[in-house]
Each structure stands twice: as structure tokens, then as C-alpha cells.
């Protein structure tokens, strides 16, 4: 049972890092697969990548994972970038 938790932590841990790095990148939800090591401080982070897909936060696709409806609650970096344009032409 404790592995489960901690295992747990993990996944939520990385989901949020996951999270931040996307908003940080303007990705638009997409996390490289050479991106998550870091992010879950595993040099194997596959059960944890596995518990994110099993929970269908993540999906994997070509080259890494996205966020599962990232875009249903975040800009996009073209909405972003047009919102950092506005503001500029406005100051």
C-alpha cells in the first residue's frame, strides 16, 4: 500500500510539473518523452508516465505524451502570443 501512495505522489507530482512546463513552454499540452525524466526526477519513469495515461491525463502520442484537454482550460500560444501583442501595442 505504501508504494501505491508513494507511486501516487509521483504521478501527481509530475502531472502538475507536466502542467507548468506546458504553460511555461507554450506547448499547447505537448511534453517531449526526453522532457519527463526531468519532470519526475525518474530516470525510468515509465509506471508513472503509464499512471498518468491509465487515469487518461495523459495521452501518449508520437514523440512524448499531450495533456488530456489541456486546451479546454488554457490558452493556446497563438492566443497567447496575440494577447503579449496587444498589451505591447498598448503600452
Known sequence: MLLACARDELAFGTY???LLYCNQN???GFIPAVTVPALTYQKRPKKVTEALVMAGLWQEVEDGFMVHNYLG???SREQIEQSLAKDKGRK
Request: charged share 20%; glycine share 12%; no cysteine.
Open 16 to 18: 502538475v510539473a507536466g
Open 26 to 28: 507554450r506547448t499547447d
Open 73 to 75: 482550460h488554457n490558452a
